[in-house]
């Protein structure tokens, strides 16, 4: 089975801090996303990875930047936490292609 | 550019059925759907791609009309273990990387 795995899932942070969320996936995929997911706005796309190294910004891409050394690891980071970043982050992987989207367990942050 | 999913919720008995629409604005690569429970990750159930194939779900099927860019989930027969929210992901043509997703339909089936 594919495994998605997210490092934390509960985190409080204060205004200001450095944040970082990491995602692993053990399936050798291609793809990789960060998503965050609101009430009423379903999930929106922050960053998405279709190589190491390689990144390209999604929907709502700012007060947000990732890194992708591995392969198989994809990291989101938030540089300066606000408020208006409190909420669930979902990460996800996939193959290339029409493929299925893989889905962690998601991170819920809370920004003090 | 999300796409725009009907209803927003819905209720439902057991054994009744549903129908969750999706509409894009752009041509589309691919639908997918998903449905997620509450606490948990969302989980895959449908793909349609452009010219008709489809990989599906058990009791679970769709549509996608390309000519409009729409989409819609059948849920037949529906039962308790439906409840959840269902999340239409659209691919456009072109860029067949991202998946865009819908602000969800929160679908409750009662006894």
């Known amino acids: 089975d594919v495994k998605v795995t997210q490092s934390s899932r509960y985190l409080v942070k204060r205004t200001g801090e450095k944040v970082f969320l990491e995602c692993v996936q053990d399936?050798?995929?291609?793809?990789m996303f960060w998503y965050r997911q609101d009430p009423g706005l379903g999930l929106r796309l922050i960053y998405f990875?279709?190589?190491?190294?390689?990144?390209e910004k999604g929907d709502i891409p700012e007060g947000y930047s990732v890194s992708r050394e591995k392969k198989e690891r994809f990291s989101l980071i938030l540089e300066s936490a606000s408020t208006n970043q409190t909420s669930m982050y979902l990460c996800?992987?996939?193959?290339?292609?029409?493929?299925?989207?893989?889905f962690g367990p998601g991170t819920r942050l809370t920004v003090l | 550019q999300q796409p725009v999913q009907s209803p927003q919720a819905v209720i439902l008995r057991e054994g009744e059925d549903a129908v969750i629409n999706c509409s894009s604005s752009?041509?589309?690569?691919?639908v997918h759907w998903y449905r997620q429970k509450h606490g948990e990750a969302p989980v895959f159930l449908m793909i349609?791609?452009?010219?008709?194939e489809q990989k599906g779900h058990d009791k679970i099927s769709a549509s996608f009309n390309e000519k409009k860019q729409q989409s819609s989930l059948y849920l037949t027969a529906s039962q308790l273990s439906y409840s959840g929210t269902y999340f239409c992901?659209?691919?456009?043509?072109?860029?067949?990387?991202?998946?865009?997703f819908g602000s969800g339909t929160q679908l409750t089936v009662l006894p």
């Open positions: 996800a992987s996939s193959l290339l292609g029409p493929a299925i989207w893989f």
């Open positions: 399936m050798d995929h291609e793809n």
């Open positions: 990875s279709y190589d190491v190294k390689m990144k």
């Open positions: 752009k041509a589309l690569y691919s």
């Open positions: 349609l791609l452009k010219g008709g």
């Open positions: 992901g659209t691919q456009p043509s072109g860029s067949a990387r991202q998946l865009t």
